[in-house]
């Protein structure tokens, strides 16, 4: 009975020690709210995680970062449904396609070549990707081939390689828009398409114009349920994007988790469309210099995290940084031992973050803006500003044109 007593007053003592140490280490602001994430997520215990399972951190804990920072929206609803599905127990012929460009492009691409399967009964064969310098890369090198395939079935018939007797046939090419529709499709390529059995489409993308859109372009269904479902990377693939997105939350605590993606690239600047002004007499691209003097002219201040799509590191960004000092491009923030397997996934890593960033800011106007806007609105972050629309130092009258007024065709997609 003694030796318990003792027992039990030596765990008295020890517990009242702990509770003395936490009360120390509370007053002095010793718990790193990282440190806290990393004992629950050891233990398996937030938010019913299965253990194991890291949780997405939530670092927006304390006083706001300053700047017009707002909450992403409730998640919208999908407007596809079952309805969309169709027969193709007897496919007959083949649709070929190749994906070019970055992966912003990819979507439509995919989508148009879907519909095309789907409408005129045929089977569509996954298709390549072609890389940067003409290297080719497999489907499955970016995307998730098991949750494509998976998601479209019922909707049309997918087979992973091209049949051996095509390889040798010059097949009749039909060159599209990136947006089709299915009147485009009985009009312009089903004719084509039982002439000839089979088909080889090829994708043109006409140069963007975001300011003259006017109302909220209708979009096949299939299109929406590929562009927003059907696609996505991966796993290896996944698990890097994730990794340099949660890097950019984590590399700087006044930020609180929270950070800027600007679409900006050095060579941009060169090109013929940024050396004259707009038809209206406006900007349409912005030095790097410019987006600082943007960013800090509408709220945002030096502690915010800025990531650029810019390819490596350019000498007009010192002073963006002298204004921004916590400002990467994708190059400072992967190891390097990761480095040379995923060099030739940038343009992947680039869009995934930019779609995913609590804001974007877009430098130039092109189809990387309206991809980013599309996968943007689905995600419910719909926090852009363009420096290109107002001169005012009020965030709000910068919000894109697409989201405040709804004419984006993604919103054509969710109810």
């Given at each position: ?172 090419i039909a060159r599209i828009p990136s947006v089709i529709s ?234």
């Open positions: 009975m003694a030796n318990l007593d003792i027992r039990q007053l030596v765990a008295g003592i020890l517990t009242f020690s702990m509770f003395m140490m936490l009360g120390n280490m509370i007053k002095k602001d010793h718990f790193d709210p990282a440190f806290v994430d990393e004992i629950r997520y050891n233990n398996g215990v937030q938010s019913g995680s299965a253990p194991g399972v890291m949780p997405e951190r939530n670092l927006l804990t304390g006083p706001s970062p300053m700047g017009p920072w707002k909450n992403s929206v409730e998640t919208v609803k999908s407007c596809w449904n079952k309805s969309m599905q169709g027969s193709w127990n007897q496919p007959k012929g083949y649709i070929i396609f190749s994906l070019t460009g970055g992966a912003h492009l990819h979507f439509s691409q995919i989508a148009s070549a879907v519909l095309i399967a789907k409408q005129v009964k045929a089977t569509l064969v996954l298709p390549d990707i072609s890389g940067n310098k003409g290297a080719k890369r497999d489907f499955g090198d970016v995307y998730d081939i098991n949750k494509f395939i998976l998601k479209l079935n019922g909707t049309v018939n997918i087979a992973s390689r091209q049949p051996p007797e095509l390889s040798d046939r010059k097949l009749p299915e009147a485009y499709v009985i009009e312009n390529i089903e004719p084509l398409f039982k002439s000839n059995g089979n088909l080889k489409i090829e994708t043109y993308f006409s140069t963007p114009n975001m300011k003259k859109v006017e109302g909220v372009k209708y979009v096949n269904p299939v299109s929406c349920m590929v562009v927003f479902e059907a696609l996505q990377l991966q796993a290896g693939l996944q698990e890097f994007a994730n990794s340099v997105l949660e890097k950019l939350k984590t590399l700087n605590r006044e930020s609180h988790g929270r950070f800027i993606a600007v679409d900006w690239r050095a060579e941009m600047l060169r090109t013929k469309r940024c050396q004259g002004s707009t038809a209206n007499g406006m900007k349409s691209c912005f030095s790097a210099p410019e987006i600082g003097r943007f960013l800090n002219k509408i709220g945002f201040g030096k502690n915010t995290t800025i990531y650029l799509t810019q390819e490596g590191w350019h000498n007009s960004l010192d002073a963006l940084t002298n204004t921004f000092p916590n400002t990467y491009t994708k190059e400072s923030l992967i190891p390097s031992d990761k480095a040379t397997k995923f060099s030739d996934f940038t343009d992947v890593i680039d869009f995934y973050v930019s779609s995913r960033s609590d804001v974007f800011v877009p430098a130039f106007s092109r189809l990387f803006y309206d991809s980013v806007v599309g996968q943007r609105i689905a995600l419910g972050k719909i926090q852009i500003y363009d420096p290109a629309q107002a001169t005012s130092s009020d965030a709000d009258d910068y919000t894109s044109f697409y989201i405040s007024r709804k004419n984006h065709w993604a919103y054509s997609c969710f109810c």
